[in-house]
């Protein structure tokens, strides 16, 4: 079975600090990621994904991820963290079976970014 | 302008009644699905359609049934309501092919008295 995990329930940084949000997964065949980030009361927003190429991903909100094969990783990176960063942030993994492909969610991290 | 748009985004009823949410999306994809996000704030897919399948979660109760008048809509239905369906309801949708993100909408906050 297709799965990711997100071993952090809650990463706290400094704002102006890096920050990284650890996921794993584990598929059979070629993975396509996907980070997502959810407000308060909000719904999900799209942040980047992973589908082939380079491993370096860049995406929305100065959000980068890196792909790592061999460790079977796709951690989300941000150089310098901001207090409105803080929210709840999702990794995913395209499910391959069946043609509708929907995603299979991490429990979610809690990024806390203080001033 | 909104890409995916749930009604009501509040929801509270009583135990046993039946209700809708009803979702739509203007962005002219083929696929969509219902999610649930728990009190965890776990999220599980519910239900996934386009126009020709509809696939079904098997852990979701048959109270539970999406219904699509057209590609642009796919609501939730929801018979007898009990206590442990209050949660959050995703919809979203996408463009069939794995390499496409989906789009979610706001949510449907569902609470059940």
Known sequence: AQSVAQPED?????????????????VSGNPYLFWYVQYPNRGLQFLLKYITGDNLVKGSYGFEAEF???????HLKKPSALVSDSALYFCAVRDRRGSQGNL???????????? | DTAVSQTPKYLVTQMGNDKSIKCEQNLGHDTMYWYKQDSKKFLKIMF??????????????????????????????????????????????????????????????????
């Open chain 1, 10 to 26: 809650q990463v706290n940084v400094a704002e102006g600090n890096p920050l990284t949000v650890k996921c794993t997964y584990s």
């Open chain 1, 68 to 74: 790592n094969k061999s460790q079977t990783s796709f």
């Open chain 1, 104 to 115: 299979i969610f991490g429990k979610g991290t809690k990024l806390s970014v203080k001033p």
């Open chain 2, 48 to 113: 996934s359609y386009n126009n020709k399948e509809l696939i079904i979660n098997e852990t979701v109760p048959n109270r539970f049934s999406p219904k699509s008048p057209d590609k642009a809509h796919l609501n939730l239905h929801i018979n007898s309501l009990e206590l442990g369906d209050s949660a959050v309801y995703f919809c979203a949708s996408t463009s069939t092919g794995r390499r496409t993100e989906a789009f979610f909408g706001q949510g449907t906050r569902l609470t059940v008295v």
